[in-house]
């Protein structure tokens, strides 16, 4: 059986949501280099991270259903300040995370701070704006 490299994270959480999602679509696939990424993250770069690999023949159909999940997932987020939907959560640039990633070399842990990023206007921020309850929510 061949199987074909789909995407590669960073980390097991988003890794094993996405396998899961995939799986129950009836997609064969299964999460290459997971064990050695969890448990020293820092190799992470040096490997290509966590590997979703999906069979040959499913690999079409399961790039077609990430693609949409993607959509969704973009569509669902957006900026509180210019309500665009370009956001992506993303590596904070600045001296603390240069600090965080020192001190992980050092203690062998992977501390990172990220952020939600506009790309229209720029703006970063925490965390995901709540949305408003309906009256049916109330």
């Known amino acids: 059986m061949d199987f074909l490299l ?5 980390n097991y959480i988003n890794a094993s949501i996405t ?3 995939l799986d129950e679509e009836g997609i064969t696939c299964y999460l290459k280099d997971e064990y050695t990424v969890t448990i020293d993250p820092l190799l992470s770069n040096a490997i290509g991270g966590i590997k979703l690999m999906a069979l040959a023949g499913d690999f079409e159909h ?4 990430l693609d949409s999940y993607d959509k969704d997932y973009r569509n669902a987020i957006h900026c509180p300040e210019c309500d ?6 993303v590596s904070k640039p600045g001296a603390k995370n240069w600090k ?3 001190l992980s070399w050092f203690f062998s842990s992977h501390a990172e701070e990220r952020v939600y990023h506009c790309y229209e206007c720029g703006f970063e921020f925490n965390n995901l704006p709540e949305e408003p309850m309906t009256a049916a929510q109330a």
């Open 100 to 102: 965080a990633t020192l």
């Open 6 to 10: 789909l995407r590669s994270f960073d």
């Open 19 to 21: 396998l899961a999602r």
């Open 84 to 89: 665009s939907h370009d956001v992506e959560q």
């Open 62 to 65: 399961a790039k077609e259903l």
